[in-house]
């Protein structure tokens, strides 16, 4: 595969960014439609982006908008670790552009299994957040070292509340709003994904409980379901 680098616009929930990316990256960042995304992808060096979008300002900017990051190394499933999480940030009005996880497996011979709760942000940490970040250089870190992606419980058939089988697993990834998906490989041979909280058991066969579809960030005009509190639609950019 060629490592050539190209110029490619890289959306997320509050805008997007334009930067180099290598084929492997491109491929991270397609979900399936015309548009690649920066959430599959992680953290880029900030001198590969060459300007970023914020849609709260509606406003472009020449050079990398702020990355902040983190490595808590925390179990949010069996044997599946978030290794790292970040944010780009407008520099101008410190919203966030986009939002990305990095999971990695404790055991790589061991499988994935439940998901476990995460603990919520309490409202003190919320009010205190803006000015953590305004204080950031464009990268930071609490700890150093990379994480390594996901690939998991694939081959594993699919079977929604009905019995019947819907796909086989290929891996866990993360989704254009940043939520942790089950990706499948459907039974007509297109690809798809499935919420993870929409997994109600996984063992021999991976049982899919009914799924809850929000409507709060459905888009007005081609119907596509944003990230809640989102302004503009990440697949066709009408404002919502």
């Not at 490592?3 to 990316?21: N, P, W």
């Not at 990398?64 to 290794?83: D, G, H, M, Q, R």
């Not at 996901?150 to 891996?171: C, H, L, M, P, Y």
Request: glycine content about 10%.
């Amino acid at each position: 595969m060629s490592s050539e680098l190209r110029l490619k616009k890289l959306r997320g929930s509050g805008g997007y960014i334009m930067a180099t990316v290598t084929d492997e990256q491109q491929m991270k960042g397609n979900l399936g439609g015309p548009d690649l995304f920066l959430a599959p992808i992680g953290r880029l060096d900030s001198q590969k982006i060459t300007k970023h979008f914020c849609n709260t300002c509606e406003k472009e900017f020449e050079g990398s908008p702020k990355i902040v990051f983190e490595n808590p190394n925390e179990e949010v499933a069996e044997n599946l670790i978030l290794a790292e999480k970040g944010q780009y940030i407008c520099n101008s009005c410190n919203s966030s552009i986009a939002e990305y996880r990095e999971f990695k497996k404790q055991d790589e011979s061991g499988e994935v299994g439940s998901a476990k709760p995460l603990e919520p942000q309490n409202a003190s940490q919320q009010a205190t957040q803006p000015q953590q970040i305004a204080q950031t250089p464009k990268e930071i870190a609490t700890k150093p070292g990379p994480a390594t992606s996901v690939t998991s419980i694939d081959g594993r058939a699919v079977f929604d509340e009905n019995a019947n089988k819907v796909g086989t697993a290929k891996q866990v990834g993360i989704d254009s709003t940043q939520s942790m998906v089950l990706v499948i490989a459907k039974e007509d041979g297109t690809e798809g994904s499935v919420p993870w909280s929409n997994i109600k058991k996984i063992g021999q066969i991976i049982l899919l409980g009914k799924q809850e579809i929000s409507q709060s960030g459905k888009c007005p005009n081609c119907g596509f379901g944003n990230k809640e509190g989102s302004k503009f639609c990440e697949d066709c950019g009408t404002k919502i």
